[in-house]
């Protein structure tokens, strides 16, 4: 019992580490972007984008090496369930009704959609190849060339205005960012390390697959960043940017969470996310699609997605 509670206050904590090393490595790895004149829209797409899911990232990573690689898929699996399925319906319930622009639908949608049936004919056969691997990098490529395409056709004067305003007000390069940028990013190795020390000894204690643990706690956790960014976008009236940041998170998931571990080693599939929490991922992500067509997701909806989370939950500790 003691050994229990010691393990779940480690992973909370780790998980918490991870979480906030990870945002404060993004903040300041945006003021050196800033700073040395990289257009803010790709610092956006590039650098933030890659540092919401960092924690993902980085936990898959370890947990590779930690050779529990069925924590990768279940992490991506669940954290792409957590995105629609809890973090678009909060922030739908939140901003009551959730606008989706014509870029989005036409293009990002798409993608998405795109993404989540590759990635599910990969690993359908439960063996997920190397070659694999490098095709689903190959995807975030084309997804970043199709976004920054997509600046220089729509060019935002604004973000160019602040972004001048910024370079302008910023003269030097403040050595405290550079100090926050090296700490953060050691307790982003401390986090992720002891995150999944903590994953695997919980799996064996409750006795339970890691991957089970990797696609609730593990993918709810690492996708409060996404959460918080949605929650604002919602309370604020943005909610191209709450939707966007679903959309951009699962692709990013999908092909770079999911990827670049491979690269560090076999990858195990478990015959378990095969049979039911990949099915559900597509369900989410067709669900989605189809609520799209409207160009809006509302409030009841929101509640909706909610209850696909809760029984997805709840099945998958077999409490149903």
Same mark, same amino acid.
């Given at each position: 019992?003691?050994?229990m509670?010691?393990?779940?206050?480690?992973?909370?904590i780790?998980? #918490?580490?991870?979480?906030?090393?990870?945002?404060?490595f993004?903040?300041?790895?945006?003021? *050196?972007?800033?700073?040395?004149?990289?257009p803010?829209f *790709?610092i @956006?797409?590039?650098?933030?984008?890659? @540092?919401?899911?960092?924690p993902e990232?980085?936990s898959?990573?370890?947990?590779? %090496?930690?050779n529990?690689?069925?924590?990768?898929?279940?992490?991506?699996i @669940?954290?792409?369930?957590?995105?629609i399925?809890?973090? /678009?319906?909060?922030?739908?319930i939140?901003g009551?009704? %959730?606008?989706?622009?014509?870029?989005?639908? !036409?293009?990002?949608?798409?993608?998405?959609?795109?993404?989540?049936?590759?990635f599910a004919?990969?690993?359908?056969? @439960?063996? #997920?190849?190397?070659?694999?691997?490098?095709?689903?990098?190959?995807?975030i490529?084309?997804?970043? /060339?199709?976004t920054?395409?997509l600046?220089?056709? !729509?060019?935002?004067?604004e973000?160019?205005?602040?972004?001048?305003?910024?370079?302008?007000?910023?003269?030097?390069?403040d050595?405290?960012? *550079?100090?926050?940028?090296?700490v953060?990013?050691?307790?982003?190795?401390?986090?992720?390390?002891?995150?999944?020390?903590?994953?695997?000894?919980?799996?064996?204690?409750?006795?339970?697959?890691?991957e089970?643990?990797?696609a609730?706690?593990v993918?709810?956790?690492t996708?409060?960043?996404?959460?918080?960014?949605?929650?604002?976008?919602?309370?604020?009236g943005k909610p191209? *940017?709450?939707?966007?940041?679903?959309l951009?998170?699962?692709?990013?998931?999908?092909?770079?969470?999911?990827?670049?571990?491979?690269?560090?080693?076999?990858?195990?599939?478990p015959?378990?996310?095969?049979?039911?929490?990949?099915?559900?991922?597509l369900v989410?992500?067709?669900?989605f699609?189809?609520?799209?067509?409207?160009?809006?997701v509302?409030?009841?909806?929101?509640?909706?997605l909610?209850?696909?989370?809760?029984?997805?939950?709840?099945?998958?500790?077999n409490?149903?």
């Open positions: 019992m003691l050994e509670l010691i393990w779940i206050l480690v992973f909370v780790s998980l #918490f580490v991870l979480i906030k090393a990870s945002s404060y993004t903040n300041s790895a945006e003021k *050196i972007g800033l700073y040395f004149g990289m803010a *790709i @956006g797409v590039t650098i933030v984008a890659i @540092g919401t899911s960092m990232l980085i898959s990573i370890f947990a590779v %090496l930690k529990s690689s069925e924590i990768v898929v279940g992490n991506v @669940g954290s792409n369930i957590a995105n399925f809890f973090i /678009l319906a909060i922030a739908a939140i009551k009704k %959730l606008k989706i622009t014509y870029g989005i639908l !036409h293009v990002d949608l798409p993608i998405l959609v795109g993404s989540a049936f590759l004919l990969m690993i359908w056969d @439960g063996i #997920f190849t190397l070659p694999e691997a490098l095709l689903l990098i190959l995807g490529v084309i997804y970043f /060339l199709y920054l395409s600046e220089k056709e !729509h060019e935002d004067v973000i160019k205005k602040e972004m001048k305003k910024e370079l302008t007000r910023k003269k030097r390069l050595a405290k960012t *550079i100090a926050v940028l090296a953060s990013a050691v307790f982003i190795y401390i986090g992720a390390k002891y995150t999944i020390e903590a994953v695997i000894n919980l799996s064996e204690i409750f006795s339970l697959g890691k089970i643990i990797a609730s706690a993918a709810l956790g996708s409060l960043p996404e959460l918080t960014v949605s929650i604002i976008a919602a309370r604020k191209e *940017i709450a939707v966007g940041n679903v951009g998170s699962n692709i990013f998931n999908t092909f770079v969470v999911m990827g670049v571990p491979a690269l560090f080693g076999t990858l195990i599939i015959q378990n996310i095969i049979t039911f929490a990949l099915p559900m991922m989410a992500t067709l669900l699609f189809f609520i799209a067509q409207e160009k809006e509302t409030k009841w909806e929101g509640y909706l909610l209850l696909f989370y809760v029984f997805f939950i709840g099945k998958l500790f409490l149903f």
